[in-house]
Nanobody, 125 residues
């Protein structure tokens, strides 16, 4: 089992920045893909960004150029730096972790077996 604990959410004005952190513990040897998802009220969950152990990343079009995902393998932590926040970024953000072996598979929600509890991000206009 892998436990994921997110932190860093909050309320920020449009144009502001936040950094989310996700610390993994437990059977971390069993994961190689980590991602950030979000769910806004009345909307389906969407992948915001994902990263594999080699550092390859993928971003949703809506956050490209504004958000940056990174990971510190020594600390078993993944980060999401969010700049230029917009009201439409308001959502509960979830950290996810999983294992997959196919090239680029970390973009698939089906590979994520472990999820954090979520952290609220609210962007005011």
């Amino acid at each position: 089992q892998v436990q994921l604990v997110e932190s860093g959410g909050g309320l920020v004005q449009a144009g502001g920045s936040l950094r989310l952190s996700c610390a993994a513990s437990g059977s971390i040897f069993s994961i190689n893909a980590m991602g950030w998802y979000r769910r806004a009220p009345g909307m389906p969950r969407e992948q915001v960004a994902a990263i594999d152990t080699s550092g390859s990343t993928r971003y949703a079009d809506s956050v490209m150029g504004r958000f940056t995902i990174s990971r510190d393998n020594a600390k078993n932590t993944v980060y999401l730096q969010m700049n230029g926040l917009k009201p439409e970024d308001t959502a509960v953000y979830y950290c996810a972790a999983g294992y997959c072996s196919d090239y680029g598979c970390y973009v698939l929600e089906s590979v994520y077996d472990y999820w954090g509890q979520g952290t609220q991000v609210t962007v005011s206009s």
